[in-house]
């Protein structure tokens, strides 16, 4: 993993793959199970910890039922910005609300069944992903506010940073190798425009990624959708840059390297080959992501996550592949 980050040679590419366990995401304890015993069954190299994605608008008043079913998502009951001024009076949260305590205990406790030598990085989500989690179901929503009136939208995104901060560092002291930051969506030509995206929210990305604890080695950006703003990557002081190759628009994994001068880290089709492909079809994509970048500065993984209900079969392939 750290010849991987760095660059060098290795005995064989890292790999590691993710997506949600919905049913178990509602209790740490069920979480850290599922999460270990999967590293275990298929062997991966380093963890990206999965905790269910509402946590971070449930503390800041989002309200969500978990489903009880491994394949269905947990349904929205009510959440808090419903027009535009709604900004202004979203109040601060704690890194310590429920919703987020849970998710640093269920990673301290999969740190402490995996040890030491499988590193788990916790996820973060961007300021501006939380908020597209608070308006509903139309996310875009966040983005036309913030066009309307930065003054009224750009604060409460700044009191969601602080708390991602602070959820970062409690992390880290949990036992977390690194930060998988999250911009979901939000850094593509599809929703706001180079300028815009660094005129308003870069900014609080260099922020809460400059704020990291010194000891997480192993730091992620990951990108999500097609047309990213790229240079993104570049300048957030990171170990590896994450996103789909197949999403139209975006770079390979080797531009992708030398365009961010990072590691990097996907080359799976999360919705294709590993969800209904075959294990044919996953040896074959391993091998081209590992032709494609030497097998330096590379780890093997999905360009976001797999859906449940993927094919076992095809994520052990995924391993064989990097060790034959």
Known sequence: ME??????????????????????E????????????????????????????????????????????????????????????DWRDLPA?????????????ALRLTVAALGPQVPVIQTVFSPITVAGYLVGK????AVRDLRRDPDEVLPALERIGETMIEFSRRSVEAG???????ISGYASAGMLSA?????????????????????????????????????LARRLPVQVVSWSIHDGGNPG????????GK?????????????????????????????DTGGKGFLLGPGCSVPPGARSENMLAMMKAVAA
Not at 3 to 20: K, Q, T
Not at 253 to 260: K, N, T
Not at 263 to 291: F, W
């Open 26 to 85: 509602w209790s740490p304890e069920a979480l850290a199970k599922v999460t270990a015993e999967r590293q275990r069954r298929y062997g991966w190299d380093f963890v990206k910890f999965q905790p269910r994605a509402s946590c971070f608008a449930e503390a800041f008043g989002a309200r969500y039922q978990g489903s009880n079913h491994s394949l269905r998502a947990p349904r929205e009951l009510s959440h808090p910005i419903h027009g535009h001024a």
């Open 195 to 231: 300028d815009e995206y660094d005129r308003w929210l870069a900014p609080l990305d260099h922020k809460i990624v400059e704020a990291i604890p010194a000891e997480a080695w192993f730091n992620v950006l990951h990108l999500c959708r097609g047309h990213l703003h790229f240079d």
């Open 138 to 141: 139309d996310k875009r929503r």
């Open 253 to 260: 994994l080797a531009e992708g390297r030398r365009l961010s």
């Open 93 to 105: 949260a704690k890194a310590g609300s429920p919703s987020l305590a849970d998710q640093v205990e």
């Open 263 to 291: 590691a990097v880290m996907g080359g799976l089709g999360q919705r294709t080959t590993l969800y209904r492909g075959t294990p044919e079809e996953v040896n074959a994509e391993v091998r081209a992501a590992v032709v």
């Open 3 to 24: 010849a991987a980050l760095r660059g060098d040679s290795v005995d064989r590419v890292p790999a590691g793959a993710w997506g949600h366990t919905y049913r178990e």
């Open 176 to 182: 977390a190798a690194g930060i998988f930051y999250a």
